[in-house]
């Protein structure tokens, strides 16, 4: 039996199917949420990492470079009320996980290929200590 090889694009799908747990999708508003809020040290910046991978995964080329305002809008509805995403994101953009391009309300943030490879890894810990026991693996 041959093995089909998947295209990037439908591979992403494949990988938020398996972490449905973890994301809600709003299509409507192309708008991203987090069901569950991740824990450790900097929670508000992994999860707007979630949230940029999230966006990645689902809106295809609309989710590439996420505007600011849908980013904050994102993070607001997964639980962080007081967001500012460029204090937010500042640890993983010096570390060159995220780009930012624009100022202000123009801005859009994007991830680098080593912040989707965090992200991913990220989203695998949240789901795997959701379902308490191993997860299937996401692939970046």
Same mark, same amino acid.
């Given at each position: 039996?041959?093995?089909?090889?998947? %295209?990037? $694009?439908?591979?992403? $799908?494949?990988?938020?199917?398996? /972490?449905?747990?973890? $994301?809600?999708?709003?299509?409507?508003? *192309?708008?991203? !949420?987090?069901? %569950?809020?991740? #824990? &450790? *040290?900097?929670?508000? =910046?992994? =999860?707007?990492?979630?949230?940029?991978?999230?966006? %990645?995964?689902?809106? #295809? &080329?609309?989710? !590439? @470079?996420?505007?600011? +305002?849908?980013?904050?809008?994102?993070?607001?509805?997964?639980? %962080? /009320? #007081? =967001?500012?995403?460029?204090?937010?994101?500042?640890?993983? !953009?010096?570390?060159?996980?995220? *780009?930012?391009? &624009?100022? !202000? *309300?123009?801005? +859009?943030?994007?991830?680098?290929?080593? &912040?989707?490879?965090?992200?991913?890894?990220?989203?695998?810990?949240? @789901?795997?200590?959701?379902?308490?026991?191993? @997860?299937?693996?996401?692939?970046?």
């Amino acid at each position: 039996m041959r093995r089909r090889i998947l %295209h990037p $694009f439908e591979r992403d $799908f494949a990988n938020l199917a398996i /972490t449905l747990d973890i $994301f809600a999708i709003d299509t409507q508003r *192309k708008l991203v !949420r987090l069901r %569950h809020y991740p #824990d &450790g *040290k900097h929670p508000h =910046a992994d =999860a707007a990492l979630l949230l940029l991978y999230g966006f %990645h995964c689902s809106f #295809d &080329g609309d989710g !590439r @470079a996420v505007p600011v +305002t849908r980013l904050r809008a994102a993070l607001t509805a997964s639980g %962080h /009320t #007081d =967001a500012r995403v460029d204090r937010t994101l500042e640890p993983y !953009r010096a570390a060159g996980l995220v *780009k930012k391009r &624009g100022q !202000r *309300k123009g801005s +859009t943030y994007q991830l680098t290929p080593g &912040g989707r490879q965090r992200a991913a890894a990220l989203a695998n810990a949240l @789901a795997q200590s959701l379902s308490g026991r191993g @997860a299937p693996h996401l692939r970046p």
